[in-house]
């Protein structure tokens, strides 16, 4: 069970008050570090699934105090070691309202967003691997090589950009939000004109398999970009490596992407055309399933009037993405019975 160690600063007046917070908090062990004049540290050993519980009860009593600093490692190891079996204990009334909104097999939100929010940055580094990790995969459609395909998908940035557009719905930051399309669309913009380039000057084949099975979308695709999205998001909720998901979400969108521009730069217009339609179906179920997969693990903001405001948001972005959804399924019965 992964565990985290919660830093807590507060002036010294506000000592024994943090102290019987802490004396209500199950499985947890805190100590006091250091103290001053003005200040004391204490900090507490928890699993990383009640750090949220944790921290919101800090947050909700001290965070009026210009003082008041929450910091959060995590923890390789400890011993004696956990037994998850053991830690479990009757849960109070007052401790079930403070988890309602907290599923048990994620991390906190305050981790999840720092995770994320480093990922929509609009930098040098993104912009970088998104040019390296169409290069590659331009090479690999036009040879068939699969493998040079899914090396691409290693270096491709598209994982945290589409997670984090997910997570600003649930959240209702439009800040995060705004930030996390800006990096998406400058991303998929410069991939796409890279393309072009490349399909205008070299020679591009519809007979190539790699190609031509990225111009017509199947009902597999839909299933795909879903299992995608679920995936990237539970791969931030849960604090797992999520190098490996992100190919799995770069495989969704980044070699239709790329088909879309080596034809439209060749002058296969229609075929181009249905690569695109590909790409968009991918971004609209991924964050369609990344939305409703933030959700079910219930992450939303601490304070009421935020979570009010990030429910509608969110049924606001679910609405958006099943509707689109609907119509792009629409546009392929319609496709596969004309």
């Known amino acids: 069970m992964a565990q985290r160690v919660i830093k807590i600063i507060l002036p010294l007046k506000d000592k024994e008050d943090a102290i019987k917070l802490l004396e209500t908090e199950n499985d947890t062990i805190y100590w006091q570090e250091e103290s001053s004049s003005e200040n004391f540290v204490v900090s507490a050993l928890t699993d990383a699934e009640q750090s949220e519980k944790m921290m919101d009860k800090f947050e909700r009593r001290f965070s009026s105090l210009s003082d008041f600093r929450l910091i959060v490692f995590p923890v390789e190891a400890s011993v004696p070691r956990v037994d998850s079996e053991s830690s479990k204990n009757i849960i109070s009334s007052d401790e079930k309202d403070l988890n309602k909104n907290t599923k048990s097999s994620r991390i906190s939100r305050e981790e999840l967003y720092s995770d994320i929010v480093d990922s929509t940055k609009l930098s040098s580094t993104f ?97 795909l970009a879903l299992a995608s999205g679920c ?8 604090g797992a490596s999520s190098a490996v998901i992100g190919v799995m979400v770069a495989v ?87």
């Open 252 to 338: 969704a969108l980044l070699p239709p992407l790329t088909v879309f521009g080596l034809l439209l730069g060749s002058g296969h217009i229609s075929e181009a055309i249905g690569a695109l339609l590909l790409f968009c179906t991918n971004i609209i179920c991924i964050n369609l399933a990344g939305v409703a997969t933030f959700l079910s693990q219930g992450v939303s903001p601490r304070v009421w009037w935020q979570a009010d405001k990030a429910k509608k948001a969110t049924r606001r972005s679910l609405l958006l993405w099943s509707i689109s959804s609907l119509l792009l399924l629409l546009i392929l019965i319609i496709l596969k019975f004309r």
């Open 127 to 223: 912009v970088v691997m998104t040019v390296l990790s169409t290069i590659v995969v331009s090479i690999g459609l036009q040879q068939n090589n699969v493998a040079v395909i899914i090396g691409a998908m290693v270096i491709a940035p598209f994982l945290g950009p589409n997670v984090a557009l997910a997570l600003s719905a649930c959240l209702a930051d439009k800040e995060l939000g705004n930030n996390s399309l800006k990096t998406l669309v400058v991303g998929s913009t410069i991939a796409a004109i890279l393309a072009i380039c490349f399909g205008y000057f070299f020679d591009v084949s519809l007979e190539v398999h790699e190609i031509k099975t990225r111009t017509q979308i199947g009902f597999s695709d839909f299933l």
């Open 231 to 238: 995936a990237g998001v539970l791969a931030f909720t849960t």
